[in-house]
């Protein structure tokens, strides 16, 4: 005698507390198994894009801010550096110094972050987001003594930084660094041969390279299917050039191997900051006579970062005005979530989870 | 360093049938006829050589007599990137063939030009809105919305 | 408290396919009755003092029981999340107030706390999960996106506060607010309890 069955839709609705902010997923189910997913999404669409049309080119700096809420510094130099290539403007020494060690201190919070809640979702309730919450406030008590802000800080601008840093910044950093590889070996120590977390993420949730190229992924997503391919290095921006560093790849594409490479990315950025604060020069941190109605000349460029979520582009249009014709944000979160119907069809729900988490998105940069 | 491919390389190689629907903009800057946009993506896509096989991005720009949609390709393999453009004239019932088979990475970017700008995509699967809600009058990101 | 009009027992058994359309049509019709503010609960404030003896030492424990562990309702929507998660964890302390179990499920809350802009689009949800709370319920508004709309209060899909949808009872400032400008308003907000008597219900 079989058992008749028939799918059923679940609504993962768009408050739940494993979903990183207001993200609504329509899943059918056989029986616990999954045979469709369709993501819902625009909770969140606050239309930034449209709003950048209004403003002047420096009143953007802090609706970018908002966009990943957690790679801030990172944000406002993708944007900035557009605007500097449209008009033509050179950083001083000094201030690309301190952009490098500013993006590489946003890059270990936010990992942080990532692979805090990674860890919550698959099952480790509070714990290690507590542990790296510790670290993080680390970070943000450093943001604070620079710019005074500890989550959107509006501090880059075209032509360099707005302030230097203060006295106390330098020592700080350099007693930060040193405590923060004694931190990774202490969070390896725990997690790495964890029997539950390899349970739970070893072959879980593949991605193969073919599909990852395919479907446009970027960042610890592509990087863990097994491409090596960084903005850092494949098309140097900023003074990256000067560094030494390694990019961390994984080898099978599922959840384990992303999770190792957001550690091992959090390593080389410790690395590039150590060899940042022993060269960085005197000098002034903003470049001459740039006009605070900045009117870049006609024309359109696209400038790329590497966001710790996937490769950030911004498109800018300029018409000679005061405001940017159009400003289009490439945000890595939306374009990654592309293959999230087929990393997860054939689990089970508890496994969406983790396979959702592994992904690392951010709502404020999907819906922008 | 990605260095820009130069669409001269295209226009020699390329078959002539499609040689009277390209222009050349800038360097690596192409302008297609969007009736050979699907063919001239597939040839960048699959010869070898040329190995396009990166989208990283389609935008949509409202100059008001036209659309311009831009298409940014990469090459993983080999460290070049182009850009194609095609313009649509008009402000009704516009509509461009669905690159969703040849790079599943267009999806979302495709629903998104759809539900904010009001270009449809011919052959695209699910062209639902992705950021606004069924009902909602008026494409946002054009130049004449008014609230 | 009203019944939600789209709580019908005839949309448990549309196809999925509908629920977009119909989702449409809710979004809709919340925006066009939403466009004043709704009034605040200020009517604690002339009600102190009022009861026999009896019935104030009544208040005065029950108060004390209810500020000292209120419960605080998933809400996460943007930024200003982060800043509350923080407040969570183990420098600015949350769980010396009663407060550090976050209720997934909002039959299980007392107080919604609202981290992060509000959209037409997530407007409907909002206000069906706070219906779902039991009273005593309250609600902080946090950020300026809550208050007010904040930096992208002259979007198309942005509310210009929470307060058109459901009553609010303290504000907070900041874009974020610092952790310490949040425990500084839940202490408001126990002091708003403190003064409530049995007769607000």
């Known amino acids: 005698m079989t058992l008749q069955t028939e799918p059923f839709v679940l609504n993962m609705g768009p408050f739940h507390p494993s979903t990183h902010g207001v993200f609504r997923m329509k899943v059918t189910l056989d029986g616990e198994v999954i045979t469709d997913l369709e993501p819902v999404f625009g909770y969140l669409h606050r239309g930034i894009e449209k709003l950048c049309e209004e403003r002047t080119y420096l009143g953007i700096i802090p609706l970018t801010d908002r966009l990943d809420y957690l790679a801030s510094m990172i944000n406002n130099q993708a944007y900035v550096m557009g605007i500097e290539k449209l008009a033509g403007i050179k950083v001083p020494e000094r201030a690309e110094y301190i952009r490098v060690i500013m993006s590489e201190l946003q890059r270990i919070a936010s990992h942080l972050i990532a692979v805090g809640t990674f860890l919550n979702d698959c099952g480790a309730f509070m714990t290690p987001v507590v542990y790296m919450i510790r670290e993080r406030e680390k970070i943000l008590d450093l943001f604070d003594m620079v710019c005074g802000q500890r989550l959107t800080y509006n501090y880059l601008r075209p032509g360099g930084v707005s302030m230097d840093l203060p006295d106390e910044f330098l020592p700080a950093l350099k007693t930060f660094v040193g405590q923060m590889s004694v931190y990774i070996d202490e969070y390896d120590r725990l997690l790495k041969e964890n029997e539950i977390l390899l349970a739970r993420t070893r072959g879980v949730g593949i991605l193969t390279k073919d599909m990852a190229v395919n479907s446009s992924a970027s960042g610890p997503v592509l990087r863990g299917s097994g491409v090596k391919w960084d903005i850092r290095k494949a098309d140097a921006y900023s003074i990256y050039d000067r560094f030494d560093f390694d990019i961390p790849t994984g080898e099978n594409g599922d959840c384990y191997d992303r999770y190792r490479v957001r550690m091992e990315e959090m390593r080389q950025s410790v690395r590039i900051i150590k060899q940042a604060a022993e060269k960085i020069p005197a000098g002034p941190v903003m470049a001459n006579q740039i006009p605070r109605l900045i009117r870049p000349p006609a024309g359109e460029t696209y400038s790329h970062v590497e966001a710790p979520k996937g490769e950030l582009g911004f498109y800018l249009v300029s018409d000679g005005s005061i405001a940017p014709y159009r400003c289009r944000i490439r945000g890595p979160s939306l374009i990654n979530l592309t293959a999230l119907r087929e990393m997860s069809i054939g689990w089970k729900v508890a496994d969406l989870m983790v396979i959702f988490g592994s992904i690392d998105i951010c709502l404020a940069e999907v819906d922008r | 360093m990605t260095t820009a491919f130069s669409t001269k390389e295209i226009t020699a190689k390329i078959d002539k049938k499609l040689a009277g629907s390209i222009t050349s903009l800038d360097v690596n800057i192409l302008l297609v006829e969007k009736d050979s946009l699907v063919e001239l993506l597939a040839y960048l896509k699959n010869t070898p050589g040329l190995d396009f096989d990166y989208l990283v991005d389609i935008t949509a720009i409202d100059y008001w007599d036209y659309f311009e949609v831009v298409y940014q390709l990469v090459s993983l393999k080999n460290n070049h990137k182009v850009y194609i453009k095609t313009r649509l004239t008009g402000r009704e019932n516009l509509s461009l063939t669905s690159i969703v088979s040849l790079y599943k990475g267009a999806d979302y970017q495709e629903r998104e030009i759809c539900d904010l700008m009001g270009i449809k995509f011919e052959g695209h699967p699910n062209l639902k809105p992705l950021l606004l809600w069924e009902g909602f009058k008026g494409y946002p990101l054009r130049k004449d919305y008014l609230e | ?201």
Not at chain 3, 73 to 83: D, K, L, N, R, Y
Not at chain 3, 128 to 136: L, V
Not at chain 3, 148 to 164: K, L, T
Request: aromatic letters at 8%; glycine letters at 8%; a neutral charge.
């Open chain 3, 1 to 201: 408290m009203e019944i939600n009009s789209f709580d019908n027992i005839e949309t448990c058994s549309v196809s999925a396919n509908d629920t977009d359309r119909i989702e449409g049509e809710v979004i809709e019709e919340l925006k066009a009755r939403s466009q004043q503010p709704i009034p605040d609960p200020v009517q604690w404030m002339q009600e102190q003092g009022k009861g026999g003896l009896f019935l104030t030492k009544l208040d005065d424990i029950l108060s004390w029981a209810r500020k000292s562990s209120m419960w605080p309702g998933v809400c996460f929507t943007a930024c200003c999340a982060f800043e509350f998660i923080t407040a969570e964890a183990s420098r600015f302390d949350m769980s010396r107030f009663g407060m550090e179990i976050v209720r997934a499920s909002p039959r299980q809350a007392d107080l919604m706390i609202t981290a992060g802009t509000l959209t037409w689009k997530t407007a409907p949800k909002i206000k069906r999960i706070y219906d779902q709370m039991a009273e005593p319920k309250w609600v902080i508004a946090m950020g300026t996106c809550a208050i007010s709309g904040g930096i992208f209060a002259s979007s198309y899909n942005v509310v210009p506060g929470y307060n058109r949808i459901i009553p609010v009872d303290v504000y907070i400032p900041g874009c974020p607010p610092r952790p310490e400008a949040l425990i500084r308003g839940i202490q408001m907000l126990h002091e708003k309890v403190a003064k409530g008597t049995l007769n607000k219900g």
